[in-house]
């Protein structure tokens, strides 16, 4: 079984770099994946309440042999439930659904500027971090504008950050953004939802370290310091993805895929998403 290294939040706690994504993994097939990452030596599950599966998340979690508190679960406030009250009572729901009394990592999905409460559900964020129901809490999506305005109107900076990034999009100013500001990166569609794997540059690493695609895009983020949580239901790419540990990409690897960056997203614009 591979283990998995960890970074350690600004408020302390430890997380692995690596784990299991479960958006778009059907509720009825998400206990089976869960439980079959867990064998694997995943540690950290990412889910959320718009994924529909956090009942299933914890089933996998209970169904395995690994204790509760050896797991690092993650999950996400849904967009319709922000403000101070909502937060609050949208985590006690995820709670229910998990079947634990605390998260390890609880953020806000996106900031959803349009609507403008994510500093008001900060707050709820904080009491909950206080009360001891999320042992980290950080924000998902943000762009700086929207860290700027918590730094300046409240008194948590966020632990992470998790924002779509991959080889195609690599998010420079904002991992500057959170280096400076001491918050860890969590990249969202590490592996571009499969967009990135054909690029020759990716193919002929792959062939070169004797890997996948899906490994050499892996293994980049895990240089560069990112936590990362690919989603996959089948059982072989489970055991794929997290077989990293055991070779390096070279400083000229690195800078190869460094090149394919072009600004391209998967997934919605934050400044305009839910709208
Ligand atoms: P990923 O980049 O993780 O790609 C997942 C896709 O790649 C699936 O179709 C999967 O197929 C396939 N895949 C997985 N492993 C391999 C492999 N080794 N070789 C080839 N194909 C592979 O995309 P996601 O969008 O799912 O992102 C990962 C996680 O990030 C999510 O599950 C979620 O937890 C989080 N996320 C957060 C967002 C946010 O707003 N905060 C937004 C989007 C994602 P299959 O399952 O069939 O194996």
Redesign the pocket.
């Known amino acids: 079984m591979v283990s998995t290294p960890h970074i350690t939040l600004r408020n302390g706690v430890t997380m692995p770099q690596f784990g ?6 059907p509720a009825n097939h998400t206990a089976a994946v869960v439980q079959a990452a867990l064998d694997a030596g995943y540690r950290l599950i ?3 309440q718009m ?1 529909g599966n956090e009942r299933q998340v914890g089933e996998g979690i209970a169904r395995s042999d690994v204790p509760r508190e050896d797991v690092f679960v ?1 999950t ?1 406030l849904a967009n319709d439930l922000h403000g101070y009250d909502g937060a609050i009572a949208a985590l006690d729901e995820s709670l229910n659904q998990l079947g634990t009394d605390y998260v390890d990592l609880y ?1 806000i ?2 900031p959803w500027p349009q609507q403008g409460r994510y500093l008001e559900t900060w707050q709820a964020f904080e009491k909950v971090a206080a009360d001891g129901r999320a042992r980290a809490i950080g924000v ?2 943000f762009q700086p504008q929207h860290l700027d305005r918590l730094a300046a109107d409240s008194n948590t900076v966020p632990a992470v950050n ?3 990034l ?1 080889p195609a999009f690599q998010q420079a100013e904002l991992r500057t953004y959170h280096a400076t500001h001491g918050i860890a990166t ?10 990135v ?1 054909g690029e020759p540059v990716i193919t002929e690493l792959a062939e070169r370290h004797g890997r ?4 050499i895009v ?1 293994r980049w983020h895990i240089q560069l310091g990112n936590i ?7 059982p ?3 055991a ?2 997290i077989d990293i540990f055991d070779f390096a990409l070279s400083d000229a690897d690195m800078t190869a895929i460094g090149r394919l960056d072009r600004g391209m997203r ?3 614009d ?1 400044a305009r998403f839910p709208g």
């Open positions: 299991l994504g479960v958006f778009q993994v990412d889910t959320a994924y993650t996400k953020l999905h996106w998902s999506n998790q924002i779509e991959h969590e990249a969202w569609s590490p592996i571009a939802q499969g967009k794997l996948s695609p899906a490994q892996l990362v949580f690919p989603k996959s239901a089948t072989s790419r489970i794929e993805n998967t997934g919605p934050p």
